[in-house]
């Protein structure tokens, strides 16, 4: 089946300094990634869509320039959050959806997702 | 507003008998659905889905069913085994016409249990 990587899984850092989280599609091509949040005891809320080669569209409520998002290639997507505070806090996970044969699988948008990654700021 | 909700935040089901994971969504515009599972400390895992032309998809031990005029979708699985205690999420997404798709809405998620 498709394999999303993402890393680090566990991320501790110190409130004003940037962590950048990497999603990687292991055994197949994403045009289009996605980056979600989960706060304790809900469910996961979609951020922002990034496309390969284009800017993300990010969710209302979303700071773009708080969250940077990069989609560099087919592979790998990162999510950069700058000048980490407390509030930001949470449990970020990515997902890509699977291009096959030169055409994405729109239709059914199955999403594949990785482990996640749990950032706490100190 | 939660447009996704899964009211039963737990499950217990013994092992065997038949697990039914309730879902229900607001949103008219979604036009299809999945069933993703996850234990702790991973990712969620993509178990099934359904189009929104469809009332019923099966693979397996899981079927999902659709009914769109109660905005309610339910995963069946039969029988339950212990391997199946996880938590279970029911998420939607809605097709864009000029291309690509939204997304996912997830719920909350219900926690089954299955007792031997």
């Known amino acids: 089946g498709a394999v999303v990587s993402q890393h680090p899984s566990r991320v501790i850092c110190k409130s004003g300094t940037s962590v950048k989280i990497e999603c990687r599609s292991l055994?197949?091509?994403?045009?289009?990634m996605f980056w979600y949040r989960q706060f304790p005891k809900q469910s996961l809320m979609l951020m922002a869509t990034?496309?390969?080669?284009?800017?993300?569209?990010?969710e209302q409520g979303v700071e773009k320039d708080k969250f940077l998002i990069n989609h560099a290639s087919l592979t790998l997507s990162t999510l950069t959050v700058t000048s980490a505070h407390p509030e930001d806090s949470s449990f970020y996970i990515c997902?890509?959806?699977?291009?096959?044969?030169?055409?994405?699988?729109?239709?059914?948008?199955?999403?594949?997702f990785g482990a996640g990654t749990r950032l706490s700021v100190l | 507003d939660q447009q996704v909700k899964q009211n039963s935040p737990s499950l217990s089901v013994q092992e065997g008998r038949i697990s039914i994971l309730n879902c229900d969504y607001t949103?008219?515009?979604?036009?299809?659905f999945l069933w993703y599972k996850k234990y702790p400390a991973e990712g969620p895992t993509f178990l099934i889905s359904?189009?929104?032309?469809?009332d019923k998809n099966e693979d397996g031990r899981f079927t999902v069913f659709l009914n769109k005029s109660a905005k309610h979708l339910s995963l069946h699985i039969v029988p339950s085994q212990p391997g199946d205690s996880a938590v279970y999420f029911c998420a939607a997404s809605r097709f864009r016409a000029g291309g690509g798709a939204d997304g996912l809405t997830f719920g909350k998620g219900t926690h089954l249990i299955i007792q031997p």
């Open positions: 990034s496309n390969e080669g284009s800017k993300a569209t990010y």
């Open positions: 997902s890509a959806r699977e291009w096959l044969a030169g055409r994405e699988i729109i239709a059914k948008n199955i999403q594949y």
């Open positions: 949103n008219s515009m979604f036009d299809y």
């Open positions: 359904i189009s929104s032309i469809k």
């Open positions: 055994d197949f091509q994403a045009t289009t």
